[in-house]
């Protein structure tokens, strides 16, 4: 089993849809996640921290469920420009062997 | 404003040659991170550093090396090119937070594209 795992997609979805993605991570003493968002042939860029209560940020909500080890992010009232690749990462190690370890990343595209 | 760059932004180079990829940042940050991306591979960890002078090998190290002799720059080297390193390099870095939960953000160059023929 990878150590983080997302639902590979395409989501296709229409303007203004709700559209949820999962991302599993198998180290239970894993303390820190993260979303991304990557534009095709760009870098990824922070989305969202995901905090133990939970965050949200105007359209994106980020849930952290520690006892099934998965988090999620939740868009709603998608926009057009919404239409990437998101990734999620979860850190692993401390000391000087800490790092994030990154899953494949969830394509979402919204259609007009 | 800080920021971290990498350079060159494309290169196109032969097989056996010595290549070296620049990263750049601005914000003073401790950590710095060399990634590759490949097509149903995702982000693979190269090397990474944890200040000047400290270098750790990633998942993928071998055939690349890096040296940290600033904080500002943590270039990468391929030691002779293999077509099997064609691939988008990414640069990171990050600073621990203060906050537990958000702990070791880290934050992205633009990319290098490189092209082993």
């Known amino acids: 089993r990878k150590e983080v795992e997302q639902d590979p997609g395409p989501f296709n979805v229409p303007e203004g849809a709700t559209v949820a993605f999962n991302c599993t991570y198998s180290?239970?003493?894993?303390?820190?996640f993260f979303w991304y968002r990557q534009d095709c042939r760009k870098e990824p860029k922070l989305l969202m921290s995901v905090y133990s209560s939970g965050n949200e940020d105007g359209r994106f909500t980020a849930q952290l469920n520690r006892a099934s080890q998965y988090i999620s992010l939740l868009i709603r009232d998608s926009k057009l420009s919404d239409s990437a690749t998101y990734l999620c990462a979860v850190n692993s190690g401390a000391g000087n062997n800490r790092k994030l370890i990154w899953g494949l990343g969830t394509s979402l595209a919204v259609n007009p | 404003d800080a920021e971290i760059t990498q350079s060159p932004r494309h290169k196109i180079t032969e097989t056996g040659r010595q290549v070296t990829l620049a990263c750049h940042q601005t914000?003073?940050?401790?950590?710095m991170f060399w990634y590759r991306q490949d097509l149903g591979h995702g982000l693979r960890l190269i090397h990474y550093?944890?200040?000047?002078?400290?270098?750790n090998k990633g998942e993928v190290s071998d055939g690349y090396s890096v040296s940290r002799s600033n904080t500002e720059d943590l270039p990468l080297t391929l030691e002779s090119a293999a077509s099997s390193q064609t691939s988008v390099y990414f640069c990171?870095?990050?600073?621990?937070?203060?906050?537990?939960?958000?702990?070791?953000?880290?934050?992205f160059g633009p990319g290098t594209r490189l092209t082993v023929l």
């Open positions: 550093s944890y200040g000047v002078h400290d270098t």
């Open positions: 180290n239970s003493a894993s303390q820190s």
């Open positions: 990171a870095s990050s600073e621990p937070s203060v906050r537990r939960t958000s702990t070791d953000t880290q934050y």
């Open positions: 914000w003073n940050h401790n950590n």
